[in-house]
């Protein structure tokens, strides 16, 4: 696709001219960042202002602008008049329309050299949900980064990821959709699946909720395909990718708020509920940590769900700042 490209398309939109192909590439480009979405809203107001007439295509030299543009010379409007068929016009806004062109010539020009600055979407202390130009949706969960590739949406549906995401990925044929993170690459076709790289935690997991992915061990080549209801996890230390066979009840409880205890461990529990909340769980009776669990909560506060544990199996909370328990004492329920 030529610089001039970009010029053309958003001369057709005005037109009403656009194609399913060009309203993509204006929706990709509008995409890349805020100024991007500022300078095509400015221009199509100007652009919809201009009086109906037929323009001369070659009214003006776009490449000559583009020249200059990349010559960082400073943007004039191109005088190579053709005689037009109007014989009266608004010469302000013939004025504008030259400046429009070589004001889009330099929108190309960054758009399309833009490689070195990634589109990168970041959280903080709220999760933020994103669509992406390919129709995709994705949560990002706090403290998380997902970088999309220079070319997104091509050829190619690339990414990185820091941190936690589910994804619901839109089906294109003869187009991966491809999630590099950590050590780790995720490629499906279309399907929901949760990626979790917690920094603090060794392991490193994907659950699938539906469809089929493959993962891909970078530095040993291992490859695990995943089905419905099936997760993996790769050990940071060991480098090992194992497909686990335990059913992963909570594994996207950060996206339904709510979690589901079927006949558990009391230590699987309290791991579920440290991940859910972003707590930290001490017990101190290890005794309980086998002992079985059974209890289903929806939008409950970390509160609640630790009174239960107290009720079930008569232990004593303590609170220990913010974040941070200890559980002492008790035993297994009946």
Partial sequence: MTENRVIEILMKEASGELSHEEQRILVDFEAKSAENSAFLAENRSILNALPTFEMDESLF??????TKVKAKLKPTPIHKF??????????????AAAILLVGMATAAYLFLDATSTPQSFATGDQTKTIQLSDGSEVVLNKNSTLTLNDAFGENLRDMHLEGEAYFKVMHRDNQPFTVK???LEVEVLG????????????KLTVFVNEGKVKVSALNTGTKVILNANESSEYHKQSKGLYKDNTVKTNAISWINDKLRFEDVDLAEAITDIEQHFDIKIELLNKSLSTCKYTSIFNAAKADDVL???SAVFDVQILKQGEMTYQLSGGACGE
């Fill in 61 to 66: 030299d776009a490449d000559t602008a583009l």
């Fill in 82 to 95: 053709k005689k037009v068929r109007s014989t009266t016009f608004n010469l302000q806004k013939w004025a």
């Fill in 181 to 183: 993170v950590g050590e």
């Fill in 191 to 202: 399907t929901e699946f949760n990626i979790n790289n917690n920094p603090s935690s060794d």
């Fill in 307 to 309: 009174e239960t544990l």
